[in-house]
Nanobody, 120 residues
Framework: VQLQASGGGLVQAGGSLRLSCAASGNIHSIQTMGWYRQTPGKQRELVATITSGGSVEYADSVKGRFEISRDDAKNTVFLQMSNLKPEDTAVYYC???????????????WGQGTQVTVSS
């Protein structure tokens, strides 16, 4: 399974960006998909996740500003980011937990990361 993220860039504080991440390869099912972010010298942190049933989880710092969604027909997860703040600046990584067969154990795959920079 491969994940291809896109949509990062430079935006002013208060602006919006939409990240996309498409999964491809030998996919039987995708369970949880999500977004994490990392800044230099810090651990990667959860931003938002969404299960196959549609349950979502957000980091407290992004609640009310970010929205995660998925299109299962396209094996794609989205992150709509609004009212961006300079502290949202980070490399954003998408993640998917998927199986390649009906009896296979799920495995986690990471995308390559996309830079989001918010200027003040």
């Amino acid at each position: 399974v491969q994940l291809q993220a896109s949509g990062g860039g430079l935006v002013q504080a208060g602006g919006s960006l939409r990240l996309s991440c498409a999964a491809s390869g030998n996919i039987h099912s995708i369970q949880t998909m999500g977004w994490y972010r990392q800044t230099p010298g810090k651990q990667r942190e959860l931003v938002a996740t969404i299960t196959s049933g549609g349950s979502v989880e957000y980091a407290d710092s992004v609640k009310g500003r970010f929205e995660i969604s998925r299109d299962d027909a396209k094996n794609t997860v989205f992150l709509q980011m609004s009212n961006l703040k300079p502290e949202d600046t980070a490399v954003y990584y998408c993640c998917a937990k998927s199986t390649t067969g009906p009896v296979d154990a799920p495995t986690r795959t990471w995308g390559q990361g996309t830079q989001v920079t918010v200027s003040s």
